[in-house]
């Protein structure tokens, strides 16, 4: 499955592609799409059979969406930031 992870910073975002990459999860760092808002413009998208790659979401994490036929579907979101 696709999921797109947003970020309130870009540090953020290289941090998560990176720790993707170490988990062997292909993923890239791209302008986050228009239906989705973001503090920092910059999100990973990514492939994997699990929405997060590690035991919990990093704090630089804004929220995290799975990509759909339908569009996006939301699985994560910080709850402050």
């Known amino acids: 499955m696709t999921y797109i992870a947003t970020f309130y910073s870009h ?11 170490e988990k062997g999860i292909p993923a ?18 990514y492939e994997s059979t699990l929405p997060c790659p590690a035991p919990q979401y990093p704090e630089e994490v804004e929220q995290v969406v799975s990509v759909t036929s339908q569009g996006y579907q939301s699985l994560y979101r910080a709850e402050n930031g």
């Open 11 to 21: 540090f953020g975002a290289i941090r998560f592609r990176k720790l993707c990459q």
């Open 28 to 45: 890239e760092i791209m302008p986050v799409p228009r239906d989705l808002s973001s503090s920092c413009g910059s999100c990973v998208r």
